[in-house]
């Protein structure tokens, strides 16, 4: 194993590090006169040291399906057709080899290369109104699944990219890092054919309230942040969706930490670097927090909006919805 990891350390307010600067600040650097001697232990009301960045960078290099036939349309589940699915039960899980991966045992389950939104594409004919629902877990190795209610020759959901990328409501959708099952409530109407693929569309890490988060976004050697729309400002080239945090979550409510689609596909060779601002670490909030409520206790007057302490779920999101029953 890596021999450099950086295993970090941990103290009690998990606030700040950095030099702690003490003794008086020389009189060249004042520009008056102070009726007391001024230290720089003035400036440690919030804690010595600096505040730990509340940006991240999701820094990840997805693979790319190849030499397989398999689009992303369907590496997750082959083409079914409805002669061989008849009634409702579970479909039949395969891989790629690159992005997607079988793995065996008592319960084989496929596992991603990253966290991937998973598709449901209907060809042929419609389908017969079926619900789908996907089980797996999330980077965390949390339960989550999610359902697709299925009809129309299309994919689902229905991802637009461009200068108003979107994903169509109600259309919601998660990201898994491995599926254990797919279950379909009924068999496909006749003509039909079902797959599943795990698409080019990423679950970022941390929770993500809105695009006013990101900071930057690289995609290979180009940037994906730099379309200018009037009255917008400046939009991901690809397509962006806040975390949802609706609570509680249901089978068909998006992710709780919000996804990313690149404005290209994945090549195995671009790196996505994501750089947001994620709030839930944002230490600071704490601090204000904290100072207001000190304040309340020495009847001193809050003066503006209340500040209130972080919680997980603005780190992490809501908890995913998981009841291991089709839905």
């Known amino acids: 194993m890596a021999t450099n990891l950086p295993l970090g350390t941990y103290v009690?307010?998990?606030l700040r590090s950095g030099p702690l600067y003490t003794g008086q600040v020389p009189a060249s650097l004042l520009s008056f006169n102070p009726t007391e001697v001024l230290s720089y232990s003035s400036y440690n009301t919030y804690g010595p040291g600096v505040l730990y960045s509340p940006q991240y960078t999701w820094n990840i290099l997805p693979n790319v399906t190849t030499g397989t036939g398999f689009t992303a349309l369907n590496n997750l589940v082959g083409p079914t057709a409805a002669a061989d699915f008849t009634q409702a039960g579970p479909?039949?899980?395969r891989q790629d080899g690159a992005v997607?991966?079988?793995v065996g045992g008592p319960v084989p389950y496929v596992q991603f290369d990253w966290p991937r939104l998973v598709t449901v594409t209907i060809t042929n004919a419609v389908a017969g109104n079926l619900r789908v629902t996907i089980f797996g877990y999330d980077w965390y190795g949390i339960p989550l699944q999610h359902t697709y209610l299925v009809n129309a020759v299309q994919t689902y959901p229905v991802i637009t990219l461009g200068n108003n990328a979107s994903l169509a409501d109600p259309d919601a959708a998660k990201a898994f890092y491995s599926v254990t099952a797919v279950y379909v409530s009924g068999g496909l109407a006749e003509g039909s054919t079902i797959s599943l693929g795990a698409a080019d569309v990423?679950?970022?890490p941390y929770f993500t309230a809105d695009a006013g988060d990101i900071t930057?976004?690289?995609w290979g050697q180009v940037s994906d942040l730099n379309v200018f729309v009037a009255a917008q400002g400046v939009k991901p080239s690809g397509l962006y969706v806040a975390g949802d945090k609706t609570t509680p979550p249901t089978a068909?409510?998006?992710d709780v930490?919000?996804?990313?689609a690149p404005s290209s596909p994945s090549d195995g060779d671009k790196r996505l670097r994501?750089?947001?601002?994620?709030q839930g670490a944002d230490a600071w909030i704490n601090q204000v927090a904290n100072a207001q409520s000190i304040a309340q206790m020495n009847n001193q007057p809050t003066v503006g909006l209340p500040v209130f302490p972080l919680t997980p779920a603005d780190l992490y999101g809501v908890p995913p919805f998981y009841t291991g029953n089709p839905s």
């Open 12 to 14: 009690q307010d998990g």
């Open 257 to 260: 930490r919000g996804l990313y």
């Open 100 to 102: 997607t991966k079988l």
């Open 252 to 254: 068909i409510t998006g």
């Open 202 to 204: 990423f679950g970022l």
């Open 274 to 278: 994501f750089t947001y601002y994620v």
């Open 91 to 93: 479909l039949k899980l």
């Open 216 to 218: 930057s976004i690289g």
